[in-house]
């Protein structure tokens, strides 16, 4: 399988959102091959890009979730909540909200329980900073947080979990990781996730983000080992997004996957 994820961050508000997801529905009209496709826009965009995306092929997606059920929590958002409000996936642990908000692998582990609690697809994010990776610390950083952010959990029936690859300089900074070394990541992840979490192995689904757009989405999707794209920046250029989604598609054609 292939997925093509897309993360509208705080780009844009509800009438671009609707508008984008419209565009996307507009765009694969008429294809026969299509990923699984993704959308996940702002909180208070959901309810209408959900009216939007109903009895679509194309799957909702909040951009955080509340690391508890219930309770007074100003300010957050439950899995119940989300549920309630069309999501079947949810992106945790993002970069963003890591360094900009405190997000702690312990958070990333208790949200990723609540999500799936609720039926919600968790789209953990994980990835190393440039220092790192120019320290040779890559593989061993970015195991050691997704071993942090699923030992423990323990899988309902069927799980499904989505691990992306998100190396912190390649983020809405136009450098993209190469294939090479994003397949060499993606099979510590594999392997890590393995390590902590009884899963069978064709329910993880590990992608690549970080700069991906038209032009190099190509490159990265025909790869085995990259079962999809986290898409930020091109996301909200409909074009773009399209161009991405249309790359999944032709690999799907080439290979049968
Ligand atoms: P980018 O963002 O595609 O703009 O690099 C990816 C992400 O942060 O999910």
Same mark, same amino acid.
């Given at each position: 399988m292939k997925i093509v994820i897309g993360n509208y961050k705080m780009q844009v508000g509800t009438r671009e959102s609707v508008a984008l997801a419209r565009g996307v529905l507009h765009g694969i009209r008429g294809s026969e091959t299509l990923p699984d496709i993704v959308i996940c826009p702002t909180?208070? *965009?959901?309810?209408?890009? !959900?009216?939007?995306? *109903? !009895? /679509?092929?194309? *799957?909702?997606?909040?951009q955080n979730v509340a690391a508890v059920p219930a309770g007074a929590m100003t300010g957050e958002v439950s899995a119940a909540q989300l549920a309630d409000a069309g999501c079947t996936y949810a992106l945790i642990g993002h970069s963003e909200r890591r360094a900009a908000l405190g997000e702690t692998d312990t958070m990333v582990h208790d949200k990723i329980s609540q999500a799936l609690a609720q039926a919600i697809t968790p789209i953990v994010c994980v990835g190393e900073a440039k220092e790192v990776r120019d320290a040779g610390r890559a593989e061993e950083v970015v195991a050691a947080q997704v071993r942090a952010a699923f030992s423990g959990i323990r899988p309902p029936k069927r799980m499904k979990a989505v691990v992306a690859y998100e190396p912190l300089w390649a983020i809405g900074t136009?450098? /993209? *990781?190469?294939p090479a070394d994003v397949i060499a990541m993606h099979r510590i992840i594999r392997k890590a996730v393995h390590e902590v979490v009884d899963i069978d192995d064709a329910d993880v689904v590990v992608v690549y983000g970080g700069s991906v757009d038209g032009a190099n989405a190509y490159s990265l999707l025909r790869e085995r080992e990259i079962d999809g794209v986290l898409v930020g920046g091109a996301s909200v250029k409909i074009h773009e997004f399209l161009a991405v989604i249309a790359a999944a598609a032709e690999v799907i054609d080439a290979q049968g996957v």
């Open positions: 909180y208070t *965009a959901l309810g209408e890009v !959900r009216k939007v995306l *109903a !009895r /679509s092929h194309i *799957a909702l997606g909040a136009g450098t /993209s *990781a190469t």
